[in-house]
């Protein structure tokens, strides 16, 4: 079989999957009639669960998607105590953090930037926010393009949370209290009540008040997240869910570079106004309300519909080093502006399952269709430069206000943007033997925007229609080896989710390609998984600035990223659970008649052709693993850690400016009862210094991370 992957890649994928089919065979396999499987997906999983809502939009065995899927559970955000997307996501390899400006999570996948790429229970949710966790059962990150089931969007992947749902019959709760270093105080409540045997309530919510490691900075947040479950008939069943969470604080871009490395100034150092909880904060308060139908007509035939609609706020002031730095005057300058964002949507979507059998041929196809409407208002002031700080020494100066003139660019002219989505898909799962099993599918896109301003400017529009194909070929020799081939395709909007702009109205979509030869092993009778994915992605049709017109942007780049990521999942013995991966990257800008600028003076306009993306280190890894020691008194005691590495990244396409590598370690451990839990984690125990991120598109603007800090977790159950 030719492997549509670079000859170059061929012998890594020769000597990876070489190796792995050994260490299958080495588990005492050999090619076999498959039997039955029985898969658990439930509180035992552990840290490998064994299915998947994203990849197929229902529950399918991990083994059987042909795709790169990576799962982070409840139980693995525990015992990390994971408090933020971000602490959730370095549990994933290929995937490295941005600093979103300072007012969302926002991740770079596979050297893709992932702005827009975010979805809850597998409806789009890509407003621009901080996400709590409170209400989340586990983190889904589906690598490559999704567009077949998902629209839009998706280059180097998607990340969809799954939340927690009402259970049937069950009446149980917790309560957690949380505390920690740098002022860090949490509370949570997830509560289950069966309230008769066909309807249940679940009410998750979460309060904190926390401050930090960096100046000024603070977290005022709270989420609460009701929903009940109806079944009226065994075939018939409703799920309602509403969630309301508000989070504010300090928006911090961080410090800026010098000579080509990140200024050395100590971790907490602010680079913003002296008043920052008047001048420089994020306020963003999410709402939506969610309804899901199922209905199962016979063995054959069922239908899900789900039904969301969603307001967003935003409100964001900051003051940051955003203008150049001075290596002879030793200063930075700092720009100040702020962004008002007002939002709301909604989405529909339709899936009918159909399964049948032709002779030894079975099927389950999916065929569905998704609506929805987003508008946007968008206010933007900027009022460039406004002072000059020292670049080692900031101190507490309180900039001056947005110039009067900045107010009355064009730039600052409020937008309102209607977004229309029309999106018909079908996809089909096929067992076409007990070894061999294929998964095609097809998504037609129709995506039309308008954007209209308050003054001046000329309303603008386009749609784009765009077709997106996946096909999956997966060979099962043996109920523990699963190899699998794939090639999928999306498409990327220009603006997709911002105003459109004069510069950008007229241009084309960019397209996105992957093709992926991949493996799933179970070894140690079931209890360890291993992955391997060896992927080419492709973007192509990139929008860059006209050489000969800089006021428009034209679709002529293409960057790629030729990678192997290896994951490691479950149970090494009875009482040590494990998790580790491992991502190597090797990105690069193919195609480019753009130019950047560098942000340390004197400014130099930097070919874009060639050059490593932003925020892509070559090799990238973790190991996390937690061992039951045994039973003390009452309960029983767990104790663990891990080590997390992040290679060199550049902040920007000048590659002018590098974060160093960096290796951090934590360790933990729980008590843990019938009736409660108590957990400690100590995160970067060995106080090292690093850079967990940067802007991405600015030689500024970097994140220190956070030096070692103590957090202490009670757990009541009932």
């Known amino acids: 079989m030719s492997l549509p992957l670079p000859a170059r890649l061929s012998p890594l994928a020769a000597a990876t999957f070489c190796f792995l089919h050994g260490l299958a065979a080495a588990q005492g396999t050999s090619p076999q009639t498959l039997k039955e499987v029985t898969v658990n997906s439930g509180k035992d999983a552990g840290y490998s669960p064994a299915t998947s809502n994203t990849a197929t939009k229902g529950s399918a065995p991990l083994r059987d998607i042909p795709q790169a899927v990576n799962v982070v559970p409840e139980q693995l955000m525990r015992d990390q105590g994971v408090r933020s997307m971000q602490d959730a996501l370095r549990n994933v390899p290929g995937v490295v953090f941005s600093s979103g400006d300072g007012q969302r999570d926002q991740v770079v996948i596979r050297g893709f930037t992932a702005i827009a790429d975010q979805f809850l229970d597998g409806v789009r949710d890509d407003a621009l926010y901080f996400r709590d966790l409170s209400n989340i059962e586990s ?27 009402p259970k049937f019959g069950e009446t149980f709760g917790e309560v957690t209290f949380g505390l920690g270093s740098f002022g860090y105080k949490r509370t949570t409540a997830d509560v289950n009540a ?35 479950a109806f079944k009226f008939t065994p075939d018939t069943d409703l799920l309602l869910q509403y969630s309301n969470a508000r989070d504010q604080r300090v928006t911090d871009f961080g410090i800026p570079a010098l000579n080509g490395k990140p200024v050395n100034v100590p971790a907490s150092t602010y680079y913003g106004s002296a008043n920052a909880a008047r001048d420089d904060t994020t306020t963003s308060q999410v709402q939506n309300f969610t309804a899901t139908l199922n209905h199962r007509f016979n063995d054959a035939w069922s239908v899900r519909n789900t039904s969301r609609t969603y307001t967003y706020a935003l409100d964001r002031y900051n003051t940051l080093p955003g203008g150049t730095t001075d ?53 933007s002031v900027s009022g ?37 989505t029309v999106g018909l898909y079908a996809q089909n799962q096929l067992t076409l033997s007990p070894q061999w099993k294929a998964l095609v599918g097809a998504r037609y896109d129709s995506f039309k925007q308008s954007t209209t301003f308050d003054r001046k400017l000329a309303g ?19 109920e523990t080896q699963s190899y699998y081939v794939s090639v999928s395709k999306s498409f990327q909007p220009s603006a997709e989710t911002f105003a459109l702009a004069a510069n950008n109205a007229a241009n084309a979509p960019e397209i996105t390609q992957n093709r992926e030869i991949g493996t799933k092993l179970d070894l140690l009778d079931g209890r360890l998984n291993i992955t391997a994915a060896l992927f080419n992605l492709q973007r192509t049709n990139i929008k860059n600035t006209d050489p000969a017109n800089p006021a428009l942007m034209i679709n002529v780049g293409k960057q790629r990223t030729n990678g192997l990521e290896l994951t490691a999942n479950g149970k090494l013995s009875g009482r040590w659970d494990v998790s580790a991966g491992y991502a190597y990257l090797a990105g690069r800008m193919v195609e480019s008649v753009a130019s950047v600028s560098s942000s340390q003076l004197p ?9 490593i993306p932003a925020l892509t280190p070559k090799n990238s890894g973790f190991i996390w693993g937690m061992k039951e020691l045994g039973s003390f008194g009452d309960g029983t005691v767990s104790v663990g850690g891990g080590l997390n590495y992040m290679g060199e990244r550049f902040t920007s396409l000048t590659n002018l400016v ?32 690093y850079i967990v991120s940067s802007h991405g598109s600015n030689d500024n603007l970097i994140l220190p991370g956070a030096p070692r800090e103590l957090q202490v977790t009670l757990r009541m159950k009932f």
């Open 194 to 228: 069966a309230i008769n045997d066909a309807a249940a309530l679940r009410i998750n919510a979460a309060l904190e008040d926390s401050k930090s490691y960096r100046d000024q900075q603070f977290n005022k947040r709270y989420s609460i997240a009701p929903s009940v």
């Open 327 to 379: 290596p002879v005057t030793m200063t930075v300058g700092r720009t100040r502006s702020f962004i008002l964002r007002d939002e709301s949507g909604m989405f529909n979507q339709t899936d009918f399952v159909y399964k049948n059998k032709l002779g030894n041929l079975k099927q389950e196809w999916l065929m569905g269709l998704e609506l929805g409407q987003q508008k946007r208002r968008a206010e």
């Open 603 to 611: 400014v130099v306009s930097v070919p874009s052709l060639g050059k």
């Open 139 to 165: 983190v889904e990150v589906l690598k490559g393009p999704a567009a077949v089931l998902y629209g839009r969007g998706s280059s180097g992947g998607l990340i969809n949370r799954v939340t927690k749902k």
């Open 658 to 689: 590098t974060l160093p590598a960096y290796l951090t370690g934590d360790l933990a451990g729980n008590y843990k009862t019938k009736g409660y839990e108590v957990s400690a984690n100590l995160k970067n125990f060995t106080n090292k210094s």
């Open 384 to 420: 460039g430069t406004v002072d000059r700080v020292s670049i080692l020494n900031p101190g507490s100066v309180v900039p001056p206000a947005i110039p009067a003139s900045a107010y009355l660019a064009d730039s600052a002219i409020p937008s309102h943007t209607v977004q229309d």
């Open 460 to 478: 603008l529009g386009r749609t784009d229609k765009a077709f997106s194909p996946r096909a999956g070929l997966v060979w099962q020799p043996s």
